[in-house]
C-alpha cells in the first residue's frame, strides 16, 4: 500500500507564510507526480499546485507568484511555501500523488490539513 502523509498548516493572518509538507511511502516503483490541493467551503478541490518527475512545475493562476512546490524524488516529499497568504486561501489542503506500481499508475490522496487565514 502507499501511504501519504501531511504536515503543516493553521492559522495565519492575512500576508503571513506557512509551509506544507508531504510524504510518500510504502510499496510502488516509482512516483509519477505530486502536489498540493485544497477544497474550500461550498467549494469544489482545486489544484494548487504540483511537479512532475521530469521536473514540470505548474501553479493555478491565483497563486502564481506567492506559492512555491519544492520535490524532492529522492526523499519522495514534497513541500508547498505559501507567502502573501489571502483569507481566500482558506481551505482543508491536500497532498496527492500518482505513483507507478507494477499493474499500472495509482493516486492517492492525503487526509488533508486546515489552512485558515484571517483578515
Known amino acids: 500500500q502507499v501511504q501519504v502523509e501531511e504536515s503543516g498548516g493553521g492559522l495565519v493572518q492575512s500576508g503571513g507564510s506557512l509551509r506544507l509538507s508531504c510524504t510518500v511511502s510504502?510499496?510502488?516503483?516509482?512516483?509519477?507526480?505530486m502536489g498540493w490541493y485544497r477544497q474550500a467551503p461550498a467549494k469544489e478541490r482545486e489544484l494548487v499546485g504540483m511537479v512532475t518527475r521530469d521536473g514540470i512545475i505548474i501553479y493555478t493562476d491565483s497563486v502564481k507568484g506567492r506559492f512555491t512546490i519544492y520535490g524532492d524524488n529522492a526523499k519522495n516529499t514534497v513541500d508547498l511555501q505559501m507567502n502573501s497568504l489571502k483569507p481566500e486561501d482558506t481551505g482543508v489542503y491536500f497532498c496527492?500523488?500518482?505513483?507507478?506500481?507494477?499493474?499500472?499508475?495509482?493516486?492517492?490522496w492525503g487526509q488533508g490539513t486546515q489552512v485558515t487565514v484571517s483578515s
Open positions: 510504502g510499496r510502488f516503483l516509482s512516483i509519477v507526480t
Open positions: 496527492r500523488t500518482e505513483v507507478q506500481r507494477v499493474f499500472g499508475q495509482y493516486q492517492y
